[in-house]
């Protein structure tokens, strides 16, 4: 079993224009399709809640890595996989994935590439549930910022 989920997008659209809407968190929760509290800042909390159709009562929780200008914007996220009952439970998940996009200037645009690392830190059976349904999840979302910022 592999350790990472990478999914890579070439988006026809300048490097600052797609660095923007990542970093800015009302751009990011457009197409992320979340509300957010508040600013990204490194070191501190990101919570908001899902907007997505169906997820409008799942919370969002994340710790802010890095924000790297133009290159590397990065958060840790706990690894619930969506398990609702999980993410409500007064008991913290004990275990977070590191989600990472870097970007690249190319000729036609900007290179994006999403990874998200750390499931070997999650315990069967949650770590197949957490891979499967995240791999999904990113393929979404790198077509989402791509429909955002080309859009």
């Known amino acids: ?16 224009q797609v660095w923007d809407a990542l970093v800015n968190h ?6 992320f399709r979340v ?3 508040q600013p990204f800042e490194i070191g501190k909390p990101s919570t908001g809640h899902m907007t997505y159709p169906g997820y409008e009562d799942y919370r969002w929780e994340a710790r ?16 619930t ?18 989600v990472e996009f ?9 290179c994006l590439t999403v990874t998200e690392s750390g499931f070997d ?15 999904g999840g990113w393929t979404e979302q790198v077509k989402n910022i791509n429909d955002y910022v080309t859009g």
């Open 81 to 98: 996989g969506g398990d609702k009952d999980l993410m409500d439970s007064s008991i913290p998940v004990p275990e977070w994935t590191l």
């Open 26 to 31: 009302e751009k990011f929760g457009t197409w």
């Open 64 to 79: 802010i890595v890095a924000i790297e200008p133009m290159t590397r914007f990065a958060f840790e996220w706990p690894a």
């Open 102 to 110: 870097i970007l690249t200037p190319t000729t036609g645009g900007t």
């Open 1 to 16: 079993m592999t350790n990472a989920i990478v999914k890579t997008i070439e988006i026809a659209a300048p490097l600052e």
């Open 35 to 37: 509300a957010l509290d």
């Open 121 to 135: 830190k999650v315990p069967e059976p949650r770590r197949t549930n957490v891979m499967r349904d995240n791999e």
